[in-house]
């Protein structure tokens, strides 16, 4: 495709993106919810269904710790997966460019909304700011795609209670392979060998950290550390990282233990730590 052709295309897209932006009727349905009773929660990451094998979001909920799944398509899966691991892809691809057309006209996903469950299919959200306008606009979603976008823009994530008792008897576990996994703000993956060689890593099991955000942030921990002990616990694998959080007791801190430079460190923090960090969108030529 010639530089024309596809400026053209990409004009085309955003302004169809405008216009539904404007459209009078863009929210095609009320909230299952009163919007104050809402939760907010984590995305903790990717796992699958311990019986059938299907894709899942986990999402950490910041005040209880609790881990509840969420099915998802494999496509949203793996978008999510190639977000959380950092993966810029050579052309944006559908979600790529749904936060790029937000950017480009001056619009931002604050929030991302699952809001109720409806003949056992979950029901989404996406709250956008736009420019002009002093309510949010909300346009209808699946979940799964709404949280493929919050992954990509930072945008805060918000569930019903009822969406959490639902995903309670549902069974998960981590992905054979590539584990990443977010919790308290943290994302952490597999210390592979050349990883710990590259980083002068002990070896010791652990887990290695890829980015921090939020609160944690605002400590001495840094990508490139190796998180081995969750609360006096040792850790291996991204999914135990996770599992040593959640299995917190309510109201208690988290207590990590870390090594970064050479030495050994700890760090406690509030099981609520999480809240994202807003992204800036990188719009393709």
Same mark, same amino acid.
């Given at each position: 495709?010639?530089?024309?052709?596809?400026?053209?295309?990409?004009?085309?897209?955003?302004?169809? @993106?405008?216009?539904?932006?404007? /459209?009078?009727?863009?929210?095609?349905?009320?909230?299952?919810?009163?919007?104050?009773?809402?939760?907010?929660?984590?995305?903790?990451?990717?796992? !699958?269904?311990?019986?059938?094998?299907?894709?899942?979001?986990?999402?950490?909920?910041?005040?209880?710790?609790?881990?509840?799944?969420?099915?998802?398509?494999?496509?949203?899966?793996?978008? %999510?997966?190639?977000?959380?691991?950092?993966?810029?892809?050579?052309?944006?691809?559908?979600?790529?460019?749904?936060?790029?057309?937000?950017?480009?006209?001056?619009?931002?996903?604050?929030? !991302? *909304? $699952?809001?109720?469950?409806?003949?056992?299919? @979950?029901?989404?959200?996406?709250?956008?700011?736009?420019?002009?306008?002093?309510?949010?606009?909300? $346009?209808?979603?699946?979940?799964?795609?709404?949280?493929?976008?919050?992954?990509?823009?930072?945008?805060?994530?918000?569930?019903?209670?009822?969406?959490?008792?639902?995903?309670?008897? *549902?069974?998960?576990?981590?992905?054979?392979?590539?584990?990443?996994?977010?919790?308290?703000? %943290?994302?952490?993956?597999?210390?592979?060998?050349?990883?710990?060689?590259?980083?002068?890593?002990?070896?010791?099991?652990? !887990?290695?950290?890829?980015?921090?955000?939020?609160?944690?942030?605002?400590?001495?921990?840094?990508?490139?550390?190796?998180? @081995?002990?969750?609360?006096?616990?040792?850790?291996?694998?991204?999914?135990?990282?996770?599992?040593?959080?959640?299995?917190?007791?309510?109201?208690?801190?988290?207590?990590?233990?870390? /090594?970064?430079?050479?030495?050994?460190?700890?760090?406690?923090?509030?099981?609520?730590?999480?809240?994202?960090?807003?992204?800036?969108? !990188? %719009?393709?030529?």
């Amino acid at each position: 495709m010639s530089a024309s052709l596809h400026t053209i295309h990409r004009l085309l897209a955003i302004t169809l @993106f405008a216009g539904c932006l404007a /459209w009078p009727s863009v929210e095609a349905r009320e909230l299952g919810i009163d919007p104050a009773e809402l939760v907010p929660v984590e995305l903790a990451g990717v796992g !699958v269904s311990a019986t059938a094998g299907a894709p899942l979001v986990l999402l950490r909920h910041l005040e209880t710790g609790d881990v509840v799944p969420i099915i998802i398509g494999l496509d949203q899966a793996r978008a %999510i997966l190639m977000a959380m691991h950092g993966v810029e892809p050579p052309r944006p691809m559908t979600h790529d460019l749904a936060i790029s057309m937000m950017s480009a006209l001056g619009a931002t996903l604050e929030r !991302v *909304l $699952v809001d109720d469950l409806v003949n056992n299919t @979950f029901l989404g959200m996406l709250e956008m700011r736009v420019p002009g306008q002093d309510a949010p606009i909300r $346009v209808d979603s699946r979940p799964s795609d709404a949280l493929a976008l919050a992954v990509r823009s930072g945008a805060s994530i918000h569930v019903a209670p009822s969406v959490l008792i639902a995903g309670e008897d *549902l069974d998960y576990e981590g992905l054979p392979d590539r584990q990443v996994v977010t919790a308290l703000g %943290i994302t952490v993956v597999e210390a592979g060998q050349d990883e710990r060689q590259a980083m002068d890593l002990p070896d010791r099991p652990g !887990v290695l950290v890829r980015r921090v955000v939020g609160a944690a942030a605002r400590t001495d921990i840094e990508p490139g550390s190796l998180i @081995f002990e969750v609360n006096g616990d040792a850790i291996a694998t991204p999914m135990q990282f996770l599992e040593a959080v959640r299995e917190t007791e309510r109201g208690a801190k988290v207590k990590l233990r870390y /090594w970064q430079e050479g030495e050994e460190h700890g760090l406690e923090l509030d099981q609520g730590a999480g809240a994202p960090e807003r992204r800036q969108p !990188v %719009i393709s030529a």
